[in-house]
C-alpha cells in the first residue's frame, strides 16, 4: 500500500472515530446532567474570570480550587480571615456548580469566622456574608440545588434564631430593622408588596426583590399557609427559604433523594416551633436590642405543619411524633399561663385523643392524659418552670401571669392582681438568678436575659386594651373600662390604642407599681 493511501485510510479512521467519541460524549453528558454530577449548559451572565476559567481551565480548575482551599485554611488558622474570604470566593468561581463548596464556604464564614470576633457587628457582618454568599451566588449557579437552600434556611433558623451564640439578640435586631420597611411595622404588611400604589412602594418591592431575593407572591403563599407569619424575625426566613427548596425539588423530581425532603420539611416545622416559641416582637424601649415572646396564633398552622409532615413522611412518623407531642404540650400551657383557658382545654383534649399512651409530666411515669387534668398538668409544669432557665418559657410565664393580673383587676380582685405581680417579679427575679454568667465570662449580664418586666407588663397592656374587634386577646369594652380607671389610664377613644409609653403602667393605690426585673 502506496504511502499517499495509508494517509487518507488513516485521516478517515481518525475521523470516525472522531465523530463516534463526539456521539459517546453527548450521551455521557446526558447522564451526567441527569444524574446531577455536572453543569453542560453554559453560564448566564457570569462574570468574565468565571466564564474565563470555565472555558481555559476545564478540568484544571479542580486542581486549582484544591491549593487554593488548602491555602485558605491556612490562612484562617493564622486569624487572616480577609484574605482566607478572598480566596474563598476564588473557589467558587473555580467550582460554582459544586453545592458542597458554597456549603463549607457560607457555613464557615457564618460560623467558623464569625466567632473569631467578640464584637456583635463584626460577628453579624461575617454571618451576612454567609448569607449573601449562599443566597446571591450560590442560588444564582444552582437554583434548583436542595443543599444550598437547606443551608440558607438553617443560619436563619439556628445562627440567628437560636439562642446559642451570645450575639444572637444583635442579629434579631439588625435583620427585623432590614426587614421592617418592607413588611411594616407589625411584620405582616403585603399590600404594598403585591399592589404598590406609589414610587416609593415600588422601590421598596425592587429592593426586596433585588437585593433580598424575596419574591413578594411566593412570600404571601408562605405566610397564607404557615402563618401569620412576623417577617422580621429569622424563623419566618427559614420557613420561606426551606418552602422555595421544596418548589424547586418539585420541578426537578429526578434529581432529588428522600432524605433531602425530609431535610427541608425539618426546617420547616421546626422553624414554625421556634416562631411559636419566640416569634412575636416585645417593644422594648429600654435597649436596643429586640426582645421577643411566644406567638399563640400560630399553634393551628404549626399543628397543621406537623400533621403534613407526618403525613408526606411515613419512614420519619414516629421522630416527627415526638416533636409534635412536646408542641403539644407547651401549646396547652403557653394558652393555660396566657389566661385563655377555654383554648387550652381545647388543645389538651386533643393531646390526649393524639397520644393518650404518653406521658405528659415529666418525670412523673403515671401522668397519662386520662389520670391528669388540665389543672394538674398547669400546675405541675408551672412548678418546674419556676427553675426554667429557657427564656421563652420564663417570657411566657410572665406575661401569662400578667395577664391573669389584669383579669383579676377587672373583676376588682385587687388582692389576686397585687399577688400575680409579685409572682411574675419572683420569676423574673429567680430566672436572673439562675441564668448569672461564670466568672469566666467577665460580665455580670444574664447571657439570655429576659426582656424587662416593664416591657412585658407594657406588651400585655397593649394588648388586652386594644379597642379593635379583630385585635387576638383584647378585652370586651366593659373590661378594658374598668382597668383604664383603677389603672388611671384616660377613657378609650376611637383612636388606634398603642399604649408606647417607657413607663409601666399605673396600678391602684393598694398596689405596688410593677417593679423592673433585677
Request: aromatic fraction near 10%; hydrophobic fraction near 40%.
Amino acid at each position: 500500500m502506496k504511502a499517499r493511501t495509508k494517509k487518507l485510510l488513516l485521516l478517515m479512521l481518525a475521523a470516525v472515530l472522531l465523530l463516534a467519541s463526539g456521539q459517546v460524549q453527548n450521551s455521557l453528558n446526558t447522564d451526567r446532567d441527569r444524574l446531577g454530577l455536572t453543569r453542560v449548559a453554559p453560564l448566564d451572565d457570569a462574570p468574565p474570570l468565571l466564564a474565563f476559567t470555565t472555558v481555559a481551565l476545564g478540568g484544571f480548575r479542580g486542581l486549582i480550587s484544591n491549593f487554593l482551599w488548602i491555602r485558605a485554611n491556612d490562612l484562617q488558622q493564622d486569624d487572616q480571615f480577609f484574605e482566607a474570604a478572598q480566596l474563598a470566593t476564588w473557589i467558587t468561581e473555580l467550582e460554582p456548580h459544586f453545592p458542597q463548596v458554597w456549603s463549607f464556604q457560607g457555613w464557615n464564614m457564618a460560623y467558623n469566622i464569625s466567632v473569631k470576633f467578640t464584637d456583635a457587628k463584626d460577628r453579624w457582618r461575617w454571618v451576612e456574608h454567609g448569607i449573601t454568599l449562599f443566597r446571591d451566588e450560590g442560588l444564582r449557579y444552582n437554583p434548583n440545588d436542595i443543599l444550598i437552600h437547606q443551608q440558607l434556611s438553617w443560619l436563619f433558623e439556628h445562627k440567628m434564631g437560636a439562642n446559642l451564640d451570645d450575639a444572637n439578640g444583635y442579629y434579631k435586631t439588625e435583620w427585623a430593622k432590614e426587614m421592617q420597611p418592607f413588611f411594616g411595622p407589625q411584620g405582616t404588611n403585603f399590600a404594598d408588596l403585591l399592589h404598590p400604589a406609589t414610587p416609593e412602594a415600588a422601590q421598596r418591592l425592587q429592593v426586596l426583590t433585588n437585593r433580598y431575593k424575596i419574591d413578594p407572591v411566593f412570600a404571601k403563599q408562605v405566610d397564607d399557609r404557615y402563618g401569620p407569619l412576623d417577617w422580621r424575625v429569622p424563623e419566618t426566613h427559614a420557613i420561606y427559604w426551606a418552602a422555595q427548596g421544596l418548589a424547586a425539588a418539585r420541578r426537578n423530581p429526578d434529581k432529588v433523594k428522600t432524605e433531602d425532603l425530609t431535610m427541608l420539611r425539618r426546617s420547616i416545622f421546626q422553624s414554625m416551633l421556634a416562631a411559636f416559641h419566640h416569634g412575636r416582637v416585645i417593644a422594648n424601649p429600654f435597649s436596643e436590642v429586640i426582645s421577643l415572646g411566644p406567638d399563640l396564633e400560630l399553634i393551628p398552622t404549626v399543628n397543621a405543619a406537623y400533621e403534613q409532615m407526618m403525613a408526606e413522611d411515613e419512614p420519619m412518623r414516629d421522630n416527627f411524633g415526638g416533636a409534635h407531642r412536646n408542641f403539644l404540650r407547651d401549646a396547652v400551657y403557653f394558652l393555660y399561663a396566657d389566661n385563655r383557658v377555654a383554648d387550652a382545654a381545647k388543645w389538651f383534649k386533643y393531646l390526649s385523643d393524639k397520644y393518650p399512651n404518653k406521658t405528659i409530666i415529666d418525670g412523673d411515669t403515671n401522668s397519662y392524659p386520662r389520670n391528669v387534668t388540665l389543672d394538674q398538668f398547669a400546675l405541675a409544669t408551672i412548678n418546674v418552670d419556676i427553675k426554667e432557665t429557657s427564656q421563652e418559657r420564663v417570657t411566657a410565664d410572665v406575661q401569662g401571669l400578667l395577664r391573669r393580673a389584669y383579669f383579676a383587676l377587672a373583676l376588682d380582685q385587687n388582692d389576686r392582681y397585687v399577688s400575680y405581680l409579685r409572682m411574675a417579679q419572683l420569676i423574673c427575679e429567680n430566672y436572673a438568678r439562675n441564668t448569672l454568667p461564670t466568672k469566666a465570662d467577665k460580665t455580670t449580664t444574664p447571657r439570655i436575659p429576659l426582656p424587662p418586666l416593664k416591657a412585658l407588663n407594657q406588651a400585655v397592656l397593649d394588648q388586652l386594651l386594644d379597642p379593635r374587634p379583630e385585635a387576638p386577646g383584647a378585652l370586651p369594652y366593659a373590661a378594658r373600662a374598668i382597668i383604664r380607671t383603677q389603672l388611671g389610664l384616660s377613657p378609650e377613644t376611637n383612636a388606634p390604642a398603642v399604649l408606647s409609653t417607657n413607663l409601666p403602667a399605673p396600678v391602684p393605690t393598694n398596689a405596688p407599681a410593677v417593679p423592673p426585673a433585677h
